[in-house]
């Protein structure tokens, strides 16, 4: 059965690369613009993976992340937090929300997907 | 019987084996990593019938696949020399409003049509035109509509690589044609396009 990952960001042109990117390794990708619409479609379609985005309209990528960890339907998904920030408080501060992953923006393809590999296998 | 060394023989070259489809693997994931981020550049960009819309796809993708966030996004205004701002992001505009053609490396980029790239990034300490890491004119036709300043590149970016070459390729053509279709357009009231 293929895997299903949430993808969360508030740029069309990021939302495409990691869609594309995801769905030619052969997951199922769903989407979502904010971080609230995260939260919502994470309980709805029970997602293997979430990619959150840091900065966000609504709710951004670390208050998502905290509600995720904070609901019962949701706390057990692995999220990999996406920021344009390479180290320091971005990353510090999505691991106090309990991220369990990180990438930098621009968006590199095989580390990405290397990373989801990681946690959800192929 | 095989022996210890026919068998020893058999695990070194099964090692061999899996670390080249590993590199070929990988060589080979780069590669559509590659050919997505050229994808996803062309489709955004004219993903748009809107100025704002479309300027603010060349940003995405300078942020989201180069890995910039100070950028400004010019056009020429051939009858008065010039080059007038369209939109920025992360540098101070007040100084790049208007540009004169062939002045500085922006003016230059629109005036001879060449471009600017520097591999290792824009100074990050000092600022203007040592601080850019591309200038690409916006080429339609071989006229110059505009130019793509892109400034420091994100610290943990460190230097470009060759797919963002071709990126910068990609826009010089693409989001001209975008630029000068939205100005049809809006011109049209919309009427360009629509079904006859």
New interface residues.
Partial sequence: MRKKILVADD????L??ER??LA?SAYDVVVAKDGREAVRQAIEESPDLIILDVVMPHMDGFEACRELRRLEATRGIPVIMVT????GDDMENGYEVGCNDYV???????EL?SKVRNLIGE | MYTDEYVQDLQAENERLRTLVDSLKAESEAQVSNLASLYVAVTSVHGALDRPTVLSSVQEIVTNLIGSEEMAIFETDAAHGRLTLLASMGIEPGPYQEVTLGEGAIGRAAETGERLIRQEGGSLTEDGDAALTACIPLNVAGRVVGVLAVFRLLPHKGSLDAVDIDLFDVLAAHAASALLFTRLYAASDGSVGAPA
């Fill in positions: 740029s069309n042109t990021a495409m690369m594309t990117l030619k344009t920030r390479g180290g930098t923006k621009p968006i590199h393809g095989p997907l």
